[in-house]
């Protein structure tokens, strides 16, 4: 009888262990700054990201079809084409600017592939000040889950216009059917208002304090990412890592969600 029972005790176990399994999703995901291939060629770039074998990264400064004098190796390139061959993912682009007889602005590269995607104009109270967007995607990730992926690149010249940007993207997530994660270059500094009374009070952080830029002598974190909803997410590990192929350094975090019961 006690066998019995303790077999039973080991089954019920077992069983609880396996739901829990199957009720976790669990994410490597990667936001990198580019600076449009200055310091790197494309196959460096794209075999370092491979090394972390991610499954999603949002990636911020991405030239396509340039003639850009700063990088003349790149020029006429597709860099976010070229890659999502080098690295075996998809790749999806958000033009911010025409730039030098091409386009610059940002992009997603995803393991898995994608529902649909939408870019959105961030509110810019200058107009002649770049202009920024929201570039997001929902992808069919395994055989039953759907994840909102989405990168930005927030505006680098004034702390109130990177606030309504910021609140722009967090309003715009708060009625999100599925989980949502965010790569990006913010622009903003961790004791900033755009950081410490938007993102940090409604999204899970998923990075730590290590600075990100620039990227030969890191002294402040520009580079974050962060997940919805609020509760349910757990942060695995996270690293800035070091490499010297942009002026940025490029973010990994390891994310697990687990949905309510």
Known sequence: DCTMKNLFLIFILLFTLDLNAQDTLRLKVMTYNLRFG???????????IKAFHPDFVALEEVDVNTQRSLAPHQNGKDMLSELAGKTNMFGLYGKTIHFSNGYYGIGILSKYPYINVTKIALPNPRPE?????LLEALFEVGKKDTICFAATHLDVTDEKTRELQAECITDHFKSSPYPVIIGGDFNAEPNSGV??????????????????????NPEVKLDYIYARPKKGWRLIRTQAVQSLLSDHLPIVAELEYIREQ
Not at 195 to 216: E, G, H, L, V, Y
């Open 129 to 133: 000040i770049e202009p920024r967007v």
């Open 195 to 216: 950081i410490k009374n938007i993102m940090t009070r409604n999204w899970f952080d998923a990075t730590d304090s290590a600075p990100t830029f620039p990227a030969w």
């Open 38 to 48: 200055e310091l790197a060629t494309i196959d460096q770039l794209a075999e370092h």
